[in-house]
């Protein structure tokens, strides 16, 4: 099993260009996420999915918009990117059960910078 | 504001030593849950803690959890250089999402 895989990996953008990081998920995770991480900042959420065509705002949503037309899949796009958006980004999926959050299983990360 | 805040910031231990994170979160949970992160990594589970619970251990972790002072820590035991890492702890408050705190640098000597 891959797990989750996100695509791509690296990427360099100018101010103002658009992009979108991939999500897939081989588990048939129900829950999906999109966190991003700073230095000394932790992990802050972005985006969530808690099921196909599902989507809500976490912490941090401004600029940033996300689709989950396929459950395997959850999209985060930036359309007009900023050097404020210069970040690691994460994804995560998980079970979730009762309505509580179980394990989260993540990603290796996707590097953006916005010059 | 983060919910939940970890401490110390960072550690540095030798080898064989136990090395113990602290953190605090701000409003009630279903559970608590502890992450690594190798450097360069996406993070990985260590263990989850409901809120019924107080104590529970994996291999050489140990985790806490005190809801009337809303804290958690995580104990590892016996540590190894392969424990060097950043650890984050998460809280699940109903809300389907986990918040993260900011994490503890441990760096193990050989």
């Known amino acids: 099993n891959a797990g989750v895989t996100q695509t791509p990996k690296f990427r360099v953008l100018k101010t103002g260009q658009s992009m979108t990081l991939l999500c897939a998920q081989d588990?048939?995770?129900?829950?999906m996420y999109w966190y991003r991480q700073d230095p000394g900042m932790g992990l802050r959420l972005i985006h969530y999915s808690v099921g196909e065509g599902t989507t809500a705002k976490g912490e941090v949503p401004d600029g940033y918009n996300v689709s989950r037309l396929k459950k395997q899949n959850f999209l985060l796009g930036l359309e007009s990117a900023a050097p404020s958006q210069t970040s690691v980004y994460f994804c995560?999926?998980?079970?979730?059960?009762?309505?509580?959050?179980?394990?989260?299983?993540f990603g290796e990360g996707s590097r953006l910078t916005v010059l | 504001s983060q919910q939940g805040e970890e401490d110390p910031q960072a550690l540095s231990i030798q080898e064989g030593e136990n090395a113990t994170m602290n953190c605090s979160y701000k409003t009630s949970i279903n559970n608590l849950q502890w992450y690594r992160q190798n450097s360069g990594r996406g993070l990985v589970h260590l263990i989850l803690i409901r809120s019924n619970e107080r104590e529970k251990h994996s291999g050489r972790l140990r985790v806490t959890l005190d809801t009337s002072k809303k804290s958690s820590s995580l104990l590892i035991t016996a540590s190894r250089a392969a424990d060097t890492a950043s650890y984050f702890c998460a809280t699940d408050t109903g809300r389907r999402a986990l918040t993260f705190g900011s994490g503890t640098r441990l760096q193990v000597q050989p």
């Open positions: 995560a999926s998980g079970q979730g059960a009762n309505l509580a959050t179980g394990e989260l299983f």
């Open positions: 588990m048939n995770h129900e829950y």
